[in-house]
């Protein structure tokens, strides 16, 4: 015997112990072709109690469910308005077989009787292709741990399984139940609606609460995993305690129940997520009154989004702002007048007992149901339509099977695999839904975010948004009643959101709890790549202190309207000024003692680099370029360079001719001879020069620019990176010249008063030499935009130490004293050094 054969076999032998013939059933209707119908009428939460027994539970005895009761009246009206008011199936009788499974206690004896045939026998075949059993196809049952029971069965048959509000996502595996579709959304879906509206109101500080079964359990897992990445976090997940099938808490029930509560007054989470059964929250929310406890948004599972009785504790509207998701509202004419009509009427007949089965009975049903009429009416019948429309996906398959004209149809017989594959195919409209299912059996039917309401004037369940499965977008989020005060969203985070340009500080394990640190300046804070690092600026950019993006730096360097500058220009031009008169009266006068003792064609080669040195005073001025820079680190030194070593060089020429040329008179010949003087100065002036290249060689002459220590905002524009250790080495050989000078000035003080050059000299020399340690001192301690306009003022004030200082006095004696400027003048005083010497 094979496989599927035993497999069988065990169900047929199951099916002869269970199946007990009970009273008269109000549950069936006779019809050509009959729909099984699986509904929760009464609960047991526990579901396990009957397990110690070999008998089929007595359903009657567990807590009413009046939406199950209103989802069966939905099966009845849908076929009935089929068989007389609808164009489908034409000449065919729908009937239908309905049967209560106490939520998840009783699966297995209606599945089988639903499979066997009239004769309640179930037989063992090789090929079920061509097997009828009593029904074509199965509507409901309602939760998943009962339909994942039921469809392991009939996807052995292959025979159409429609479910109402099952969401679990395991059903949606074709490879393991095959015959299954839903007439809702997935709980892919109604998590992504819950995330969704957390994101919306901002709330990422949760606590989730689900039941201690498959259902709390797996949709707490998948909210945890939809949660992360969006800055969502769960400050805490419990698991609420299995109730007593009678409802009555145990102290252990209490006691847990208590813990929670507790729990839950002392977290700072204001939203409370609870995915479970109603009647598991029974007791939850009776310790929740009985504490007081309030001020929090509940926002519930399809489980319990709109049941009558929890709605029925009036005390929770002072328990917070309950929300839940649930499917859309779809009002089905007539329905309401139906359901009133049948309890005002009475029970319908039965059938003989013979041809019934267990928990087919209801004896509270229609009265229980009445008291809830007003809600049911005002709440939309939401999941109502789900079994509506499940009932016309199989007509409407059925409808295609037989080849029903406009008046008839062809009664043949169905098998279940054929109807099946008519039922993936259907699409329609249905009171302006279209029903149509997807690949996975689903049908995309739209949810909605409703809020409870217990102002009976309108809806209990007042819808304030929808999200839409095939965009997976929550839209058109409208007013909220919140209960709070002044009507204030409210706020459940455990840390506040940071202001712009703080970044985020972790503190402790969860990602929603951090402190809020601002971005120092001259770096910000990039919401999009990273809220935990604040990134820097690039090198021409800065920031203020929590600073979102950086702004360019405003580039700094001398301008001429800048008071600095144009004393600097004003000095330099006095400068220039005097330097071209100097040049003028030495020209007039150049065979007069006075030049020719000042150096005669020596004079000349110094004052035209001190003319020159003016003239490119500008270069330092404005914004620098390449040829600009090329001027300050090329002219500026040769020019005072040459300078410096004539003034050397006219020093020493004076200390030889009255002091060295009777001791040495071979090396003061060829001194003469040769033009020492001359020679001097173009030696002293090829190897400034080859400074100079060296230095352009080893670096870019190409504008630089540096933060301003002092103002970070600032960039500074400058000529040279390593300006500091190219300055001391550039000046390297000035300074040594400056220092000679001195000497030779200092040994020449005992000189005739015309060649005494000494004071003039040694106050040049020595104004320089102080000007350019100054220089290098005050740039080793600030680097701003300042010391550029020193480097142009130290220059510009030794080029006049050597232009008012060494050439000014000999102008005053040419031009006002003339007397002096004699040749016997000069004579007398060489005369009367050689006396004194002498």
Same mark, same amino acid.
């Given at each position: 015997?094979?496989?599927?054969?035993?497999?069988?076999?065990?169900?047929?032998?199951?099916?002869?112990?269970?199946?007990?013939?009970?009273?008269?059933?109000? #549950?069936?209707?006779?019809?050509?072709?009959?729909?099984?119908?699986?509904?929760?009428?009464?609960?047991?939460?526990?579901?396990?109690? =009957?397990?110690?027994?070999?008998?089929?539970?007595?359903?009657?005895?567990?807590?009413?469910?009046?939406?199950?009761?209103?989802?069966?009246?939905?099966?009845?009206?849908?076929?009935?308005?089929?068989?007389?008011?609808?164009?489908?199936?034409?000449?065919?009788?729908?009937?239908?077989?309905?049967?209560?499974?106490?939520?998840?206690?009783?699966?297995?004896?209606?599945?089988?009787?639903?499979?066997?045939?009239?004769?309640?026998?179930?037989?063992?075949?090789?090929?079920?292709?061509?097997?009828?059993?009593?029904?074509?196809?199965?509507?409901?049952? !309602?939760?998943?741990?009962?339909?994942?029971?039921?469809?392991?069965?009939?996807?052995?048959?292959?025979?159409?399984?429609?479910?109402?509000?099952?969401?679990?996502?395991?059903?949606?595996?074709?490879?393991?139940?095959?015959?299954?579709?839903?007439?809702?959304?997935?709980?892919?879906?109604?998590?992504?609606?819950?995330?969704?509206?957390?994101?919306?109101?901002?709330?990422?500080?949760?606590?989730?609460?689900?039941?201690?079964?498959?259902?709390?359990?797996?949709?707490?897992?998948?909210?945890?995993?939809?949660?992360?990445?969006?800055?969502?976090?769960?400050?805490?997940?419990?698991?609420?305690?299995?109730?007593?099938?009678?409802?009555?808490?145990?102290?252990?029930? =209490?006691?847990?129940?208590?813990? *929670?509560?507790?729990?839950?007054?002392? $977290?700072?989470?204001?939203?409370?997520?609870?995915?479970? @059964?109603?009647?598991?929250?029974?007791?939850?929310?009776?310790?929740?009154?009985?504490?007081?406890?309030?001020?929090?948004?509940?926002? &519930?599972?399809?489980?319990?989004?709109? !049941?009558?009785?929890?709605?029925?504790?009036?005390?929770?509207?002072? &328990?917070?702002?309950?929300? %839940?998701?649930?499917?859309?509202?779809?009002?089905?004419?007539?329905?309401?007048? #139906?359901?009133?009509?049948?309890?005002?009427?009475?029970?319908? $007949?039965?059938?003989?007992?013979?041809?019934?089965?267990?928990?087919?009975?209801?004896?509270?049903?229609?009265?229980?149901?009445?008291?809830?009429?007003?809600?049911?009416?005002?709440?939309?019948?939401?999941?109502?339509?789900?079994?509506?429309?499940?009932?016309?996906?199989?007509?409407?398959?059925?409808? $295609?099977?037989?080849?029903?004209?406009?008046?008839?149809?062809?009664?043949?017989?169905?098998?279940?695999?054929?109807?099946?594959?008519?039922?993936?195919?259907?699409?329609?409209?249905?009171?302006?839904?279209?029903?149509?299912?997807?690949?996975?059996?689903?049908?995309?039917?739209?949810?909605?975010?409703?809020?409870?309401?217990?102002?009976? /004037?309108?809806?209990?369940?007042?819808?304030?948004?929808?999200?839409?499965?095939?965009?997976?977008?929550?839209?058109?989020?409208?007013?909220?009643?919140?209960?709070?005060?002044?009507?204030?969203?409210?706020?459940?985070?455990?840390?506040?959101?940071?202001?712009?340009?703080?970044?985020?500080?972790?503190?402790? +394990?969860?990602?929603?709890?951090?402190?809020?640190?601002?971005?120092?300046?001259?770096?910000?804070?990039?919401?999009?790549?990273?809220?935990?690092?604040?990134?820097?600026?690039?090198?021409?950019?800065? /920031?203020?202190?929590?600073?979102?993006?950086?702004?360019?730096?405003?580039?700094?360097?001398?301008?001429?309207?800048?008071?600095?500058?144009?004393?600097?220009?004003?000095?330099?031009?006095?400068?220039?000024?005097?330097?071209?008169?100097?040049?003028?009266?030495?020209?007039?006068?150049?065979?007069?003692?006075?030049?020719? /003792? &000042?150096?005669?064609?020596?004079?000349?080669?110094?004052?035209?680099?001190?003319?020159?040195?003016?003239?490119?005073?500008?270069?330092?001025?404005?914004?620098?370029?390449?040829?600009?820079?090329?001027?300050?680190?090329?002219?500026?030194?040769?020019?005072?360079?040459?300078?410096?070593?004539?003034?050397?060089?006219?020093?020493?020429?004076?200390?030889?001719?009255?002091?060295?040329?009777?001791?040495?008179?071979?090396?003061?010949?060829?001194?003469?001879?040769? =033009?020492?003087?001359?020679?001097?100065?173009?030696?002293?002036?090829?190897?400034?020069?080859?400074?100079?290249?060296?230095?352009?060689?080893?670096?870019?002459?190409?504008?630089?620019?540096?933060?301003?220590?002092?103002?970070?905002?600032?960039?500074?524009?400058?000529?040279?990176?390593?300006?500091?250790?190219?300055?001391?080495?550039?000046?390297?050989?000035?300074? %040594?010249?400056?220092?000679?000078?001195?000497?030779?000035?200092?040994?020449?003080?005992?000189?005739?008063?015309?060649?005494?050059?000494?004071?003039?000299?040694?106050?040049?020399?020595?104004?320089?030499? +102080?000007?350019?340690?100054?220089?290098?001192?005050?740039?080793?301690?600030?680097?701003?935009?300042?010391?550029?306009?020193?480097?142009?003022?130290?220059?510009?004030?030794?080029?006049?130490? *050597? $232009?008012?200082?060494?050439?000014? @006095?000999?102008?005053?004696?040419?031009?006002?004293?003339?007397?002096?400027?004699?040749?016997?003048?000069?004579?007398?005083?060489?005369?009367?050094?050689?006396?004194?010497?002498?």
């Amino acid at each position: 015997m094979g496989r599927w054969a035993r497999m069988i076999c065990s169900l047929f032998l199951l099916l002869q112990v269970l199946v007990e013939p009970a009273e008269n059933s109000d #549950f069936y209707l006779t019809g050509d072709y009959l729909l099984g119908g699986l509904f929760s009428l009464h609960a047991n939460v526990k579901g396990t109690v =009957h397990l110690n027994y070999l008998q089929v539970p007595k359903c009657k005895e567990y807590e009413m469910k009046v939406l199950g009761y209103n989802l069966m009246q939905a099966m009845r009206f849908a076929v009935e308005e089929i068989n007389n008011h609808s164009s489908l199936l034409p000449g065919v009788l729908l009937g239908y077989e309905m049967v209560d499974v106490c939520y998840i206690s009783n699966n297995v004896q209606p599945v089988l009787y639903f499979l066997a045939q009239k004769d309640y026998f179930l037989p063992i075949q090789e090929d079920y292709s061509s097997y009828v059993p009593r029904v074509v196809a199965v509507i409901g049952p !309602d939760n998943s741990e009962s339909v994942v029971t039921v469809a392991n069965f009939l996807s052995l048959f292959l025979l159409p399984q429609i479910t109402y509000s099952a969401i679990s996502d395991q059903l949606r595996n074709k490879h393991r139940f095959p015959a299954l579709l839903r007439t809702m959304p997935s709980a892919d879906h109604h998590v992504e609606a819950i995330a969704q509206l957390m994101l919306h109101f901002r709330w990422n500080w949760i606590v989730v609460l689900v039941s201690s079964d498959d259902y709390g359990r797996d949709n707490g897992q998948r909210l945890s995993e939809r949660l992360t990445g969006r800055d969502i976090c769960i400050a805490f997940q419990e698991s609420l305690p299995a109730p007593q099938p009678n409802q009555v808490a145990t102290p252990e029930e =209490h006691s847990r129940l208590g813990a *929670i509560v507790d729990k839950l007054q002392q $977290s700072t989470a204001r939203v409370v997520v609870v995915f479970s @059964p109603d009647l598991a929250l029974h007791n939850f929310f009776r310790e929740v009154l009985r504490r007081n406890f309030t001020g929090v948004v509940w926002i &519930a599972s399809e489980s319990w989004a709109i !049941d009558p009785v929890l709605h029925s504790f009036t005390e929770l509207r002072h &328990a917070g702002t309950f929300l %839940a998701v649930t499917t859309q509202s779809v009002p089905i004419p007539g329905f309401s007048e #139906f359901r009133v009509r049948r309890w005002q009427a009475g029970p319908p $007949s039965g059938r003989n007992s013979q041809g019934s089965t267990c928990n087919q009975e209801c004896d509270e049903c229609f009265n229980t149901t009445k008291s809830f009429n007003t809600i049911l009416t005002l709440s939309g019948e939401r999941v109502v339509y789900g079994v509506y429309s499940a009932v016309y996906a199989v007509a409407h398959a059925l409808h $295609s099977l037989l080849g029903c004209g406009e008046t008839n149809c062809t009664k043949e017989v169905v098998y279940p695999w054929q109807l099946l594959k008519e039922i993936w195919k259907v699409n329609f409209t249905l009171l302006g839904h279209q029903i149509i299912f997807d690949h996975e059996g689903d049908m995309a039917m739209p949810l909605d975010i409703i809020q409870w309401q217990w102002n009976m /004037s309108q809806s209990p369940f007042q819808s304030i948004a929808s999200y839409y499965p095939a965009q997976r977008q929550l839209k058109n989020i409208s007013y909220i009643s919140w209960h709070t005060p002044n009507n204030t969203v409210p706020v459940s985070m455990c840390s506040k959101s940071c202001q712009p340009g703080q970044r985020k500080k972790p503190v402790g +394990t969860h990602s929603c709890c951090f402190e809020c640190i601002d971005c120092l300046p001259g770096t910000f804070l990039n919401q999009t790549a990273d809220e935990y690092d604040c990134q820097s600026c690039p090198n021409n950019k800065w /920031s203020h202190r929590s600073g979102t993006s950086c702004f360019r730096r405003r580039l700094a360097f001398l301008e001429w309207h800048e008071a600095p500058t144009i004393i600097v220009a004003m000095l330099a031009a006095l400068g220039f000024f005097s330097t071209l008169a100097i040049m003028v009266i030495f020209w007039r006068h150049f065979q007069t003692p006075m030049v020719r /003792s &000042a150096g005669g064609p020596m004079c000349f080669l110094m004052l035209t680099p001190l003319l020159v040195a003016y003239m490119v005073v500008p270069v330092y001025v404005g914004s620098p370029t390449v040829s600009t820079c090329l001027c300050r680190q090329t002219l500026f030194p040769i020019c005072f360079t040459i300078c410096i070593s004539c003034i050397t060089v006219r020093s020493f020429q004076i200390v030889c001719i009255f002091k060295m040329a009777s001791r040495l008179p071979r090396a003061y010949s060829y001194w003469v001879r040769y =033009h020492g003087p001359y020679v001097s100065v173009g030696f002293i002036t090829a190897l400034k020069v080859a400074t100079v290249v060296g230095i352009l060689l080893t670096t870019s002459p190409n504008p630089t620019t540096r933060a301003d220590p002092d103002d970070p905002q600032i960039m500074i524009l400058s000529c040279n990176p390593n300006f500091r250790g190219l300055l001391l080495f550039s000046t390297g050989l000035d300074l %040594a010249l400056s220092v000679v000078g001195f000497s030779f000035a200092y040994m020449g003080k005992e000189l005739p008063t015309n060649y005494n050059e000494a004071k003039f000299i040694t106050l040049s020399m020595t104004f320089y030499f +102080t000007s350019s340690v100054s220089l290098c001192t005050f740039m080793s301690v600030y680097s701003g935009v300042l010391v550029t306009i020193m480097d142009l003022l130290v220059t510009v004030l030794n080029l006049l130490a *050597i $232009s008012l200082g060494y050439f000014g @006095p000999k102008c005053y004696m040419i031009l006002f004293y003339p007397e002096r400027n004699t040749q016997a003048y000069f004579n007398s005083m060489i005369q009367g050094y050689t006396m004194r010497k002498d």
